[in-house]
């Protein structure tokens, strides 16, 4: 029994010295660091004023005062000298880089070593898209561009169309270019 005493006594001596070392340890660097508030603000000095706050998850959104996300998180404030930068201009800090072992190299032109294989999507360039829409009845009797992407140029035949009307109209037109043709000259 005396012997468990003892041990039981030396664990209970060891357990108090080691927690009164640690705490002192940490009383001491807290004493040695400075005040947080006068951190944040040498680095917002460093940075410039605070433009406006942005969306933390990349969103457009931003405000002019600080504010939170729907999700709870606070808007990163963005600083004159951060946007001066043009656009499309990526900035990590160091410790992001190192954790996500990016590497740098020189630029130049090569063939490169590995096959790249990423998912895309083709989309049709609305600006260059052409609505052809007659102004009178009728119906396509061949389609000459039948089939979807076809490339077509300036003064390719489309389709050849009838119409009733113009049909009328045209057969009106040559009929009266006929007879002005027909008629002696001092009747016209």
Do not use: C
Not at 94 to 115: D, H, N
Not at 172 to 188: F, G, Q, S
Request: glycine share 6%; proline share 6%; aromatic share 6%.
């Amino acid at each position: 029994m005396t012997s468990l005493r003892k041990t039981l006594l030396v664990t209970a001596a060891l357990m108090a010295i080691t927690s009164l070392g640690y705490f002192s340890q940490s009383s001491l660097r807290a004493e040695e660091m400075p005040p947080m508030a006068s951190m944040t603000k040498s680095s917002a000095d460093d940075k410039g004023k605070i433009l406006y706050y942005r969306n933390p998850m990349g969103l457009q959104d931003t405000s002019p005062i600080p504010k939170k996300d729907v999700m709870g998180m606070d808007y990163v404030p963005v600083y004159e000298n951060e946007a001066k930068e043009e656009t499309g201009t990526v900035r990590m800090s160091p410790e992001r880089i190192q954790k996500l072992g990016v590497r740098t190299e020189q630029v130049e032109r090569r063939t490169l070593a590995q096959s790249v294989r990423a998912v895309g999507t083709i989309q049709i360039d609305e600006t260059r898209q052409t609505v052809i829409a007659p102004r009178f009845d009728g119906w396509i009797e061949k389609l000459q561009a039948d089939a979807t992407g076809m490339q077509v140029k300036k003064g390719d035949t489309l389709f050849v169309f009838y119409s009733p009307d113009l049909t009328h109209i045209e057969a009106r037109a040559w009929l009266e270019i006929w007879e002005k043709k027909r008629m002696p000259p001092n009747i016209r």
